[in-house]
């Protein structure tokens, strides 16, 4: 019984010597000059920032008429929508996160006529407003293959810097062989890392809170620095936390960057594809249903 | 300069030093680098407070990634920790 509750207390502190990894965003597990590029990395994974800078200067740089619409997006991303799409389009002076989102809104704004000519009697405004998601959920569905560029709003935060992710998947196995062969202790994992494309599918299917973690790319970081001490931890017998956490410190600041963002990367894009796979799977079925 | 991030900081962690030591070093120009100092740190403040209720969410999520990505490197750790006790 107290045996049972014990070792119920410690899965719950367990992996507690990555610690420091989470805090630090692994800062410490590479020397000074490779974390530059593990940050840079893994920095450019974190959605843009929709806030700009809190500066006077902003309102100087941009014209008066465009003024408007900068302030509106400053404050109220959506409403932003809505006024872009009326007076579109031309806004080349918001940045490209924001041209980005204009094109994808224009080329759906034909869409929304469609819909908005089958219901005429729904006023413009209203529309735009409440039957926002309805209305990108039947773009989403009538044309299928441009689904991953109509998701919503907040999808499209979290997964802001997806739209480069078919040019990652593309060098992925090319990636784990050259580096394969660099180490035999890479080559264990990879092949191990390669030969389980399909551990998505032991991932929780119910909890998706935590899929939206502000920073996810960090935790596959840190299951591939995991990962590369594999086949060391499981050759050595009756270790316990501390030891292991003793042999995670040894390795403090002389982790492989190279290897291990490779490694990181190929599990993040298995990731992601899983995740808007299911993400568009659930939107059509929520659709379905109303 | 009107700067918003400046309340946002009221006292310095450790480890803040970690990511203060990079931006300067990246920066090369302390105001540049505390401007983005400030940013990062709206973003990862919530890791720094003291409840620990940030970081411990993101030890569960490494675990739940853990279990899927390699059960049998999981069970080993777990058999790790429950040795202490038998």
Known sequence: MINSICKHFLILVNLYFTYRWLLLECKREFSFSESLRVLEVMWATLPIDNEPPQLKEISSLTSSSNNNIVDIFCSTPSRLTRHRALSCPQLSVIDESCSRKNRQHSCSVTYHDNYHHLSPSTHQDFSWTSENDEYRLYSSIKYDQNASSTLTRPREKSFENSFSLSEISEFDSDNLSTCSSDNPKASNTASQVASSTNWVLRLPTNDTIWLEDDNSFLLFLCISILLAHRTHLLKQKNLDEQEIAMHFDRYRRRHNAERLLTYARTLYVQYIQWARKKRMLDDLNSFSVS | ?86
């Open chain 2, 1 to 86: 300069m009107n700067f918003e991030g400046e309340a946002s900081i009221t006292c310095l962690f450790l480890g803040m030093n970690e990511y203060a030591s990079t931006l300067l070093y990246v920066m090369r120009d302390e105001s540049l680098a505390y401007l983005c100092f400030c940013s990062i740190m709206r973003r990862i403040r919530a890791n720094f407070s003291t409840d620990g209720v940030a970081i411990a969410t993101k030890l569960h999520h490494l675990k739940v990634l853990l279990q899927a990505v390699d059960p049998v490197y999981w069970k080993f750790l777990e058999s790790c920790d429950a040795g202490m006790f038998i």
